[in-house]
């Protein structure tokens, strides 16, 4: 099965700075790959995600970019805020079909930025 | 106002006691998930079911069970079975089908119930 790797766990930053989160994947067929903001106490939610058919993708500040050859993707925040504090999920899946709606999350990490 | 709603959100019970948590969703979504998370584990998926009366187990079954009886309702019952039941349970449904051009991996995910075994 698919495994999903994430790192780091831990990632401390100040305002303004720059936020990067890397995640690494098993199965060369997976081709779906989101990216979850969880904020305390409350459940994941979408934040941005990529295909593996487009290389790069970004949504104001934040952007994610994928290296199908490599079987990595990341995650980038720009001019990070205090509200960005919160833990990040990557995960990977296979497209629509059979058993494949499934999403296989890695650890996450959990993001602090410092005012 | 569509969404999922999970209920209760905190529950608490004792050792050797079945307990069952809800999970109603409105999103006319055709699958539903659970996930187990523990600190440090991520997500971890128990069962899954893409349509009704359907379900399939995910990678950490053992000691749980579920029933999908009607679309919009996914209640998962933590058994005496499992070991360690001690954690943040989060349901998630989606729109495989991606009527509508719905981004059809997607996964919406409730606010999620937090169980505690004395």
């Known amino acids: 099965g698919e495994n999903v790797e994430q790192h780091p766990s831990t990632l401390s930053v100040q305002e303004g700075d720059s936020a990067v989160i890397k995640c690494t994947y098993s199965?060369?067929?997976?081709?779906?790959f989101p990216w979850y903001k969880q904020e305390l106490g409350k459940g994941p939610q979408l934040i941005i995600d990529?295909?593996?058919?487009?290389g790069e993708k970004k949504d104001q500040r934040i952007a994610v970019t994928l290296n199908k050859t490599a079987k990595h993707f990341s995650l980038h925040i720009t001019e990070t805020q205090p509200e960005d504090s919160a833990v990040y999920f990557c995960a990977a899946s296979k497209d629509r079909g059979g058993s494949n709606y499934k999403l296989t999350f890695g650890k996450g990490t959990l993001l602090t930025v410092n005012p | 106002d569509g969404g999922i709603t999970q209920s209760p959100k905190y529950l608490f019970r004792k050792e050797g006691q079945n307990v069952t948590l809800s999970c109603e969703q409105n999103l006319n979504h055709d699958a539903m998930y659970w996930y187990r998370q523990d600190p440090g584990q991520g997500l971890r998926l128990i069962y899954y079911?893409?349509?009704?009366?359907?379900?399939q187990k995910g990678d950490i079954a053992e000691g749980y069970s579920v029933s999908r009886e009607k679309k919009e309702s996914f209640p998962l019952t933590v058994t005496s079975a499992q070991k360690n039941p001690t954690a943040f349970y989060l349901c998630a449904s989606s729109n495989p089908l991606g009527f509508g051009g719905a981004n059809y991996n997607e996964q919406f995910f409730g606010p999620g119930t937090r169980l505690t075994v004395l």
């Open positions: 990529i295909r593996s058919n487009v």
């Open positions: 199965d060369s067929a997976s081709n779906y």
């Open positions: 079911s893409q349509i009704v009366n359907d379900f």
